[in-house]
């Protein structure tokens, strides 16, 4: 191991990519402390220390609120803009016809989902103000001063905008994705805070538990992130035969059904933060019911259940849009090749679309498994319990680091064979 670190970072390349992403990711932690400069942020702070609701809104903005970051909403903007233009493949033969241009096609796509962000990201940043306001019950942004509302807003979508330039900036300097080399740095960058909280409490036994537990998770992911299904393909261009194999993920939806699952099953949440302020009878009821099933901190058998059903529905639709047989059918085809036994054509994406869903069912279950466990430890042992590393985020690191150490494996050997050319 020493060797092979000690190799990738004699690599002059390598070793600038390494240096220019820490550079990014540390423009990128900067942008995160600094807050919208007419906002108490004091005052804001001590307001989601003693609102538990808020507290809970806050650690799911990865603890941004609590300055009132100018980059409060992330990538979020840019995230829901992928995701209609993914849905719209399916709503307008145009831009599906657009995913047969292959890397034309695909620079169309990405010019699309940026226009489409900056109008998201600004209405998104009203809604978000509105809805800090209400939970927090104190005034963070005056709504009735109107250019102080417009100055927020410009200020909060101008910076999501850099924010997604920034990161397709890392994604063309690093050799992984700029997303998630982002997001693997803000989980590893909360593991020494969740372990100095289990030392200040002397929870060792329950902190060592937590650790050989994090660690036969971390396992099984790696495990199940590089199972795949080889589906031999038999090529015919030349005067003899020649075999290759198309692989097939077990988890081909990574990690994006647990982040559409999260979204939907923390809505009640925020919905009854808000009815908590009304005093009518209806919506005390309402709010009564949603505190009792689906409060994330106490979860319900109900609200396990749900989020259970959630991830795997959302696997199952994710993969039946991104993951085209036609396209895959016809490009093998195209070169000659042939599934022993499958017909070419409609036969052979129709039997790529069987494994992909037989598949998937495995990877399905999996991720939602993944998703629930820690509120099955929670309500099995009477308090809240999660691992040192989130079970949902570890998919990420995995999958990121995995995918980091090929590439890096790639070009050491790409270096290599060029000194030899």
């Known amino acids: ?22 550079l990014l990711v540390l423009v990128y932690k900067l942008l995160s402390v600094i807050p ?31 300055n009132f970051s100018i980059i409060l909403m992330w990538l979020s903007p840019y995230i829901n803009a992928m995701i209609i233009i993914q849905l719209l493949w399916v709503i307008v033969p145009k831009i599906w016809d657009l995913q047969k241009e292959w890397e034309q096609g695909q620079k169309k796509l990405t010019k699309m989902t940026r226009w489409l962000t900056l109008p998201l990201a600004f209405i998104q940043s009203y809604g978000m103000i509105v809805l800090l306001n209400t939970l927090a019950h104190w005034t963070i942004v005056d709504l009735s001063d109107t ?25 063309e300097v690093w050799i992984g994705n700029g997303i998630s080399v982002i997001i693997t740095a803000w989980v590893l960058a909360w593991v020494p805070s969740v372990i100095s909280q289990h030392m200040s409490a002397w929870t060792y036994g329950l902190f060592a538990g937590l650790v050989i537990a994090t660690l036969v998770v971390i396992y099984v992911i790696i495990k199940f992130t590089e199972w795949n299904r080889r589906i031999p393909v038999i090529y015919t261009r030349t005067w003899r035969e020649e075999k290759s194999y198309f692989p097939i993920r077990v988890n081909q939806a990574w990690m994006v059904p647990i982040i559409f699952a999260i979204s939907l099953i923390t809505f009640p949440s925020i919905i009854w933060q808000i009815m908590s302020a009304s005093t009518s009878d209806r919506a005390s009821a309402i709010w009564k019911f949603l505190l009792e099933h689906f409060n994330m901190s106490n979860p319900s058998w109900a609200f396990i259940i749900l ?11 994710y993969v039946s849009i991104t993951f085209n047989t036609e396209n895959i059918a016809e490009s093998i085809q195209k070169r000659w090749g042939y599934i022993p036994g499958i017909r070419p054509g409609k036969e052979t994406a129709s039997y790529l679309t069987k494994v992909s869903a037989h598949l998937n069912l495995f990877g399905g279950w999996f991720l939602a498994l993944i998703a629930v466990l820690p509120y099955i430890m929670t309500k099995i042992m009477w308090q809240t319990v999660d691992f040192i590393i989130s079970a949902s ?16 494996d790639s070009e050491l050997k790409m270096h290599d064979y060029s000194k030899y050319r």
Do not use: H, P
Request: proline residues 0%.
């Open 393 to 408: 985020w570890a998919i990420i690191i995995v999958s990121v680091i995995l995918d980091i150490v090929r590439k890096v």
């Open 147 to 171: 250019q102080t509302v417009l100055m927020s807003m410009v200020i909060i979508t101008a910076w999501t905008i850099f924010l997604v330039w920034l990161w397709e900036v890392m994604t």
């Open 307 to 317: 989020y259970f059903l959630l991830v795997v529905w959302f696997s199952f639709f």
């Open 1 to 22: 191991m020493i060797k092979s670190l000690k190799s990738v970072l004699d690599n002059k390349d390598i070793r600038k990519k390494i240096i220019a992403t820490l």
């Open 36 to 66: 919208v400069y007419w906002v108490n942020t004091t005052m804001l702070a001590s307001i989601i220390e003693q609102n538990k609701g808020l507290s809970f809104f806050s650690a799911l903005m990865w603890g941004w609120l609590s």
